[in-house]
């Protein structure tokens, strides 16, 4: 499995040969590629195996499953079929998806997938495709099904594969956040948006809590989910009225402010050695656009970590503010 950022024309050549790919680039790339064995979402950002963090619009970023790969199926869903996708995707291999930004596949998605029917029986790992930061409002993320040419901004694409024999993947999350030592924040209902949050039991307006105890936005509420650590970002915060997320809240969680990071590199490197990355086959990864923003990842590497820089990261459900990756192994 091969990982790399690369020309529109190379591209091309890759799929003419038959290869097996999962694509990311500037919506203008994609829709200049031919029809073949691949998915693709939309993104200018990425982590490259050369420069690090950049932006770039004329360069595609590839990656390359077809030595691992013993057949696959595509599959395009709905906002009200995605709760299919762990079941329809058969056994000895592992799902792909990636959704766009702000649809209501995203939003479906988000809220449910912990609910699907055998949620995290298969191995499911993607991203949301999303767009330059400069274009949010003017045009809308996509994703694309390579084998029939159809370009969709409402539904997800799937990827569903089946590995050679001798093959199995995991899938992994590098979180650089923990909880903080603040107050216990819990949630009436579930959703991307709140008015009122209960703070240790007691009920405020959340967008003034926040004010009056100035919590730094640019760190997401965190909670402890059997063990996993998930952060929720935040996206906006009006005085006195909603605050908006960059994924949900849920009831019955409780949440934290996370602890600030002084360095995202030296707790990126502390991060490594606790989940044992060093040796192992890294064939996927992808990171948020928020870390890329506020620990100022241009032109940073973030070393075995390449590919995608992404409006939300999949690992079984939406994730935030994390890098995922997905790990291959002989059985």
């Known amino acids: 499995m091969q990982q790399e950022l690369i020309s529109l024309n190379e591209v091309e050549k890759q799929i003419a040969a038959g290869k097996t790919l999962l694509i990311a680039g500037d919506e203008n790339l994609l829709k200049q590629l031919p029809k073949g064995q691949w998915i693709g979402g939309?993104?200018?950002?990425?982590?490259?195996?050369?420069?690090?963090?950049?932006?770039?619009?004329?360069?595609?970023?590839?990656?390359?499953?077809?030595?691992?790969?013993?057949s696959i199926s595509l599959k395009a869903y709905e906002p009200n079929t995605l709760g299919t996708v762990y079941t329809d995707a058969g056994d000895g291999g592992f799902s792909f998806i990636i959704i766009p930004a702000l649809s209501e596949a995203h939003v479906a998605f988000a809220l449910n997938a912990p609910n699907y029917?055998?949620?995290?029986?298969?191995?499911?790992?993607?991203?949301?495709?999303?767009?330059?930061?400069?274009?949010?409002?003017?045009?809308?993320?996509?994703?694309?099904?390579?084998?029939?040419?159809?370009?969709?901004?409402?539904?997800?694409?799937?990827?569903?594969?089946?590995?050679?024999?001798?093959?199995?993947?995991?899938?992994?999350?590098?979180?650089?956040?923990?909880?903080?030592?603040?107050?216990?924040?819990?949630?009436?209902?579930d959703g991307f948006s709140c008015t009122d949050v209960m703070v240790n039991g007691v009920k405020e307006n959340f967008a003034d809590y926040i004010i009056k105890n100035d919590l730094d936005t640019k760190l997401p509420l965190v909670a402890d989910y059997y063990g996993a650590l998930v952060n929720t970002s935040f996206q906006s915060v009006d005085p006195g009225g909603e605050v908006h997320f960059y994924a949900p809240v849920f009831t019955g969680i409780r949440y934290r402010h996370a602890k600030s990071i002084e360095n995202y590199a030296t707790?990126?490197?502390?991060?490594?050695?606790?989940?044992?990355?060093?040796?192992?086959?890294?064939?996927?990864?992808?990171n948020c656009i928020l870390n890329y923003l506020y620990s100022e990842l241009d032109g940073k590497k973030t070393d075995p970590f390449v590919g995608p820089i992404t409006f939300g990261e999949i690992a079984y459900q939406l994730l935030n503010q994390t890098l995922v990756y997905l790990v291959l192994h002989d059985t």
């Open 42 to 70: 939309t993104i200018p950002y990425f982590m490259s195996p050369e420069n690090g963090g950049v932006v770039s619009h004329d360069k595609i970023f590839v990656t390359d499953i077809s030595d691992v790969t013993k």
């Open 117 to 189: 029917k055998d949620f995290g029986s298969q191995p499911l790992i993607g991203w949301i495709s999303g767009v330059h930061l400069d274009d949010l409002g003017k045009i809308t993320p996509k994703v694309f099904n390579g084998k029939t040419g159809e370009v969709y901004e409402d539904k997800a694409m799937v990827m569903h594969i089946e590995l050679i024999a001798g093959k199995v993947v995991d899938v992994g999350i590098i979180n650089s956040f923990e909880q903080g030592d603040g107050d216990n924040l819990t949630f009436a209902s």
């Open 267 to 286: 707790e990126f490197t502390k991060q490594l050695k606790e989940n044992k990355v060093a040796g192992q086959t890294i064939s996927f990864s992808c």
